[in-house]
């Protein structure tokens, strides 16, 4: 949820921040949040910056093989349970937090992403 953001279109961030607010969690921390860095293309990831008791806080949404990179502490089973999660079609992200120079993957979130209405029309043509 603290990586993601309401103003935006993108419908993976609508479903954590309504699954967010079903479980109840209390979607003003985003409001403390100093920066967020909007996904891009090359880095495959969302940054956001909050201000915790006079530290920087990250919090990372994105690729699992690219927040992967920030925890050097992460086993064989990361990829695994990845793998495992996109192999019954689940689409998946990885979350991670901590500081400037230590960061820990916090969990996985997997979504199923159905095809859209007009797929067969465009395998067709």
Do not use: Y
Not at 18 to 24: D, F, N, T
Not at 82 to 90: D, E, I
């Amino acid at each position: 949820m603290m990586a993601s953001d309401e103003s935006t279109q993108d419908p993976l961030d609508k479903a954590i921040l309504v699954k967010a607010g079903q479980e109840m969690l209390d979607l003003h921390i985003n409001e403390t949040r100093q920066k967020i860095h909007p996904l891009r293309t090359s880095h495959k990831t969302i940054r956001s910056n909050f201000n915790e008791n006079r530290h920087t806080l990250r919090v990372l949404k994105g690729a699992p093989q690219v927040i992967r990179r920030f925890d050097l502490k992460l086993n064989e089973q990361f990829p695994k349970m990845v793998a495992s999660l996109a192999s019954r079609g689940l689409r998946v992200l990885a979350i991670a937090s901590g500081t400037e120079r230590v960061v820990q993957v916090a969990g996985l979130i997997a979504f199923q992403d159905p095809p859209r209405p007009d797929s067969a029309s465009l395998m067709l043509a």
